[in-house]
């Protein structure tokens, strides 16, 4: 492994990808924009998964699983849907393949051509509510709460690992209801189950609000999303809760009859996260040194490297860290003896620092002797010695420090970058040396947001949920406007 | 719910059309031949990856994640291969839609044609050994051991839910070996965890054996595989495990530096099984009242109903059952309390018989009375009355009994029909009267197991593992045959 990395302040993007790559976590494949997961990588997914899948049961969803394939007229039925997703998107043309004539490998069967082209689903909005009209007949069926985890494509020109890719993995979640609060509410709950888990399991501070109009997904009444700021000053969009109003459910023609016995169309949502939350989670507290992790997310959360000469002391030592490795098990905690001799020590000190374990353990000859170990914890690269038999209470301790301390240090540079300005001058002043979230007034037209993204590169990220009211007038065109929004370039 | 089912001796095909529809299991969709997977076959299915992930990760193995789309070329590497999979294939041809011209709807945009087609995955091996070559170049690289849990699409012409659809989910693992032995080792290996995950998670049956050349995977050396039989006499292929030899490595250029520094291609197994294991599921245990499930997959595995008139009643039962459900939940068992009072007590019981819960406890007013409950098992549809005190203890034991019960009558009932012939008089009188498995003798050809198959539509499942040497003489050319294998019927 090359160890060294690009670093941030030399080149942000370039590092990044670097690490990606480096840290073992993807890389890209043979087919254009579509990358393969690595183990290490996954690992972390799948751990992803089954915090927000446990958060999904908690709340009363259900999983199910929905066809790849959209025959192409479901999505002319949604005006505005088709047009945001039906253009950048694979299309299935043929269902055959045969040898060539000249013998010269295979090519498509010109007679297995498919009667109605199949859309490999961008989102599932519409083959789900094709299918919902068969299931829901009365207030009786609902609400119905349901989520799929699965691979989607778009098609995307210029693709990042994680961030843009071609296919990617998320989960979408797909509601419906008896009533417009009923299905705002469920949103709002989505858009708030997102928040929980970014803080909480990612340690990634992010803001709640809401999108504007032009930034709305496609066919929704109302887009709730979830904000995190990368480390170059970036917003990331990390999730997105939808409230569809009655929008599919008239595309569809899904009606149900009500306690009093009157047909009425059902009330949606939908919501999403995806892979990109690995981009996230990789940008925001990662280092020049490598990947940062929180434990709660980290496949490793401890790895214990000996340090000895021959044979003898490496058995000496293992015969004290097996014990510690049980006992650490045994309490959740996820170990790794990396007694490997085929590696110095160096090398596996820069693997681990490269790959974000939240902590690592050193036992040599002299800590035998003393009854001690080095802890050595991957956030601050802070090492100590402790005397080996406090080591199980250290670790649960700290394994918890570093989730709090890496949030901390998340979100004190969140805070630190946001910045209240009051005129086009300021704002272009600000974005363009520092960066972040600008918070301005604006005076609510697509025409001025269009401007500024044109000027700028800087969007309207979100509305903040917890936005005051504050008469002030639009900092490029002087309207007046009712409070500020928040503006970043984004990725 | 229209509640009665057409009966197995009715129509077995039929029969089991409609319950995988009536117990809410799947459904087809708008899309040809791809289902719908619903919230409660799905549920289902989740245990199954949940048994086998940990199944998989602890005998070594790791998730990762390869892309959706191959390239067309990459399927005329491997001779054998394409043969067997590059004909039934999706075909992605372009990457873009357009508004038609005539404004009504969406066409395919010419200009968006992809200059090499994407195949949607049949199977992964071609995009993972492309791959592979860039992961291992060393000795220290192996053994690689992977696995994807991943949806892929074969376009078949006749379609059942989860037995045949042209989308299906399943994993597919994917290992790399130093040795020829060791490959083999890791090929075996799994069929032996299939076998035991069939037998003691999903309670069937299996036969563990071979495939005949013509039977085997396209590419593969050697094809391992278990058998179920199901309740109508024909066999079901319910996992296979494959030794693929050096054909992918060679295909692909992955070699490795050995130890002593030489360069050898890499030795290879893939192994998969899939949503068709819903299938074996259904089909073994069921009966002409609905679903019957092995407690471990089943969902719910016990369902609480109250008896009762009022609202008094109604909460004098509750106050008794939370208890109960609080004490099985503790101990990891999954208890619902159905207490909805929009339905009777006999439409419930229907429901839960319909859905195969294991266990059923009802309570009503003289059981209050009495400190009694009624215990009603799914598979024998045995009922009893139990004192309340004495519900926990039962309900364990009883789940523990449900699943050797139903595991002991699928094996007697595999035992029995698996029949020794001589002749092919026999062999096609037996076919034809009692189906099943027929041992017999066979001389080795590709022409004869040819005939065979044509003319009485019976294939050669396996040549058992456990095959006893006995010398004999095929039944249908006379010629010489070391032992006998196993033809059937199958789906």
Redesign the interface.
Known sequence: MGKKLTTRAEDYSKWYNELVIKADLA?N???RG??????YG??IW?KMQAGLDKMFKDTGH???????????????KEASH?EGF?????????????NAEDGK??V?DEEAKLEE????RPTSET?IW??YR?WIQSY?DLPLL?NQW??V?R?EMRTRLFLRTA?F?WQEGHTAHATEPEAIKEAEMIMNLYADFAENHMAVPVIKGTKTASERFAGAIETYCIEALMQDGKALQSGTSHFLGQNFAKAFDVKFATKEGKQEYVWATSWGVSTRLMGALIMTHSDDNGLVLPPKLAPIQVVIVPIYKGLDQLEAITEKVLPIVESLRSRGISVKYDNRD?HKPGFKFNEYELKGVPIRLAIGQRDLENGTLEIARRDTLEKSSIPMDEVIGTVETLLKDIQESIFNKAKAHQQANITTVDSYEEFKKVLEEKGGFLAAHWDGTVATEERIKNETKATIRCIPIDVKEEAGQCMVTGKASPYRVLFAKAY
């Open positions: 890389e494949s043979g087919v579509c990358m393969v997961i690595k183990p996954f690992a799948e259900q999983n199910a699983y929905f066809p790849l394939f959209i025959p192409k007229s479901y999505f002319s088709v039906a253009k950048e998107c694979a299309v299935v043309t043929h269902y055959r393949l045969k490998g295979i498509v082209e199949l859309i490999i083959i094709d299918t068969r009786r349901l699965a691979n494509v098609w296919e993995l085929t």
